[in-house]
């Protein structure tokens, strides 16, 4: 079964410094993808960043970058140069068995950007 | 603009009612599927569609049905509503392809009280 696993407590950080959210993954399918989202406090679910197994190369998306480490099966976030509009609930995600497969996300973790 | 519609966007039952949640997307998305969202547990996958007329059991099946007659909509029944199925409902869509973009509804808000 796959699984997503994201155990950081409550992380802050200060405006304009960068951040890493921790995500572990757990699947035994050699083709999977992983995602992660952003949930603002009004709620609507932002796609921010994919990454896919056979890339070659870490994704980015303009301050957002994905810590790709195959091997020990983790996919951290890496959010540069925090801004107050970061503060927000983030959630790692897992699709696997192709690309009609279901995404399976992780509980989450919540973002706070100190001024 | 394109996208998912859910709605309501929120919803108050009594025990024992049922009601439906309408999702629609204009996409021409293959894939659709609902998930809830509770405190401290993620998105959990409930029920969901890989194309009209086939559906399947998610993680947390139990107390729902769907169907999915048209490409473009895919609602959620609640056929006899109980206090545990308090909480955020989501709905998502994707092409089916390789397309790594699942589009969310904005989510409906559901209390049984």
């Known amino acids: 079964a796959q699984k997503i696993t994201q155990t950081q407590p409550g992380m802050f950080v200060q405006e304009k410094e960068a951040v890493t959210l921790d995500c572990t993954y757990d699947?035994?399918?050699?083709?999977?993808?992983l995602f992660w989202y952003k949930q603002p406090s009004s709620g609507e679910m932002i796609f921010l960043i994919y990454q896919g197994s056979y890339d070659q190369q870490n994704a980015t998306e303009g301050r957002y970058s994905l810590n790709f480490q195959k091997a020990r099966k983790s996919a951290n976030l890496v959010i540069s140069a925090s801004q107050l509009g970061d503060s927000a609930m983030y959630f790692c995600?897992?699709?696997?068995?192709?690309?009609?497969?279901?995404?399976?996300f992780g509980k989450g973790i919540t973002l706070s950007v100190r001024p | 603009n394109a996208g998912v519609t859910q709605t309501p966007k929120f919803q108050v039952l009594k025990t024992g009612q049922s009601m439906t949640l309408q999702c629609a997307q204009d996409m021409n998305h293959e894939y659709m599927s609902w998930y809830r969202q509770d405190p401290g547990m993620g998105l959990r996958l409930i029920h969901y569609?890989?194309?009209?007329?086939?559906?399947d059991q998610g993680e947390v099946p139990n107390g729902y049905n769907v169907s999915r007659s048209t490409t473009e909509d895919f609602p959620l029944r609640l056929l006899s509503a109980a206090p545990s199925q308090t909480s955020v409902y989501f709905c998502?869509?994707?092409?089916?392809?390789?397309?790594?973009?699942?589009?969310f509804g904005s989510g409906t808000r559901l209390t049984v009280v």
């Open positions: 995600a897992m699709r696997d068995t192709g690309a009609n497969s279901k995404l399976t």
């Open positions: 998502a869509s994707n092409t089916g392809g390789r397309s790594y973009g699942y589009t």
């Open positions: 569609s890989v194309g009209a007329g086939i559906t």
């Open positions: 699947t035994s399918d050699p083709s999977y993808g």
